[in-house]
């Protein structure tokens, strides 16, 4: 069984990448598990990769770099005893610390043939996030194999310098790969390296030791689930133009109660009728994106919102996601 670890900070990437990157492993003939870790207590990228038909473990309610290192190593077992995958891509939540990922797994006693970790540096918030967490960054970067810069469609040339100076500073030989994960720039590349990497030969060394546990700023979480019926059908146009108007009053509203950061701010959306969609910010100037496909109408929709930001008290957060049922009735 070989380990692929795809970390990076809260929407760097990571989902994204994983998608396709799982797809074309299993386009290669390997069998694919992919374990994923959510702080919050719902989750959505599981939801997701359900959606896209991929084998999926879902480990909430902690990350798997402190709280739930443990199960993580139970999964290990259970998968290595039951399905035995050819390859377990695991995506620990966008808090972890990607070192601390690996040291876990040096107590391991079942058989991981290879580790490799993919880190995802996001070029639009890397020097945000480098000014809020520098032993993260270091961190992540000390343990990675291959660090995938994305969202180059989003900065300049210039700016795409800066970041890989900054990360040469933490690690001068460190591979990499600049990439668009939407626009698909470079993502064959990186594809090809990651499978180069999982069928390397297998040395006994371990090639990363303990650094210490690091210290970071501590994330409000928060997740809810919703379930809107409405009496008349509501046309997909209505609901993702109330959606998106309800995440910019949701950003403005932290930010005016001191939020300091948005990690994400994320809402999956299923209609009884089928697709989905998903909708995300990760930073305060952001209009909110939405991707997938939902029918033209629907009656009833579930939908999960899960945000982690820093700076504002939980209750702040809990209050402010109420507003959507207002919002969402209103139209009923
Ligand atoms: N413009 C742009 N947006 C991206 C790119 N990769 C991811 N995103 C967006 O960034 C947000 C977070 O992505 P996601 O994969 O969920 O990040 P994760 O939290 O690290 O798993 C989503 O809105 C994505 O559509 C990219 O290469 N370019
Ligand atoms: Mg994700």
Known sequence: ??????????????????????????????????????????????????????????????????????????????????????????????????????????????????????????????????????????????????????KIDLVSSVELQQVTDNIRQVKSDVEIIPISAVQEINLDLLFSRVNSLLTADVTAEEKYSKIGDIDAPTPTIHSREFVFTFNNPISSELLIKELKEFFRYLVNELREAGCTLIGHIKAIVKPQNGGYCLLNVTNFDQEPVCRGGIPKSMNQINLTLNAIVYGIDLFILYEKFSLLNERLENIV
């Open 1 to 150: 069984m070989d380990l692929l670890i795809i970390a990076g900070f809260l929407g760097s990437g990571k989902t994204s990448v994983l998608i396709p990157l799982a797809k074309s492993l299993v386009g290669c003939g390997k069998s694919v598990t992919i374990i994923e870790n959510e702080v919050g207590k719902v989750g959505i990228d599981n939801q997701i990769l359900e959606e896209e038909k991929l084998n999926v473990k879902e480990l909430f309610s902690g990350c798997v770099c402190c709280q739930l290192r443990v199960d993580l190593l139970n999964t290990l077992y259970e998968l290595e005893r039951t399905i035995e995958p050819d390859v377990v891509i695991i995506e620990p939540s966008g808090v972890a610390a990607p070192g601390m990922v690996l040291d876990t797994f040096l107590g391991y006693g079942g058989e991981i043939n290879r580790k490799v970790a993919l880190v995802l540096a996001d070029a639009t918030r890397f020097h945000l996030l480098k000014i809020m967490s520098l032993p993260l960054v270091e961190n992540s970067i000390q343990a990675a194999d291959v660090v995938a810069i994305n």
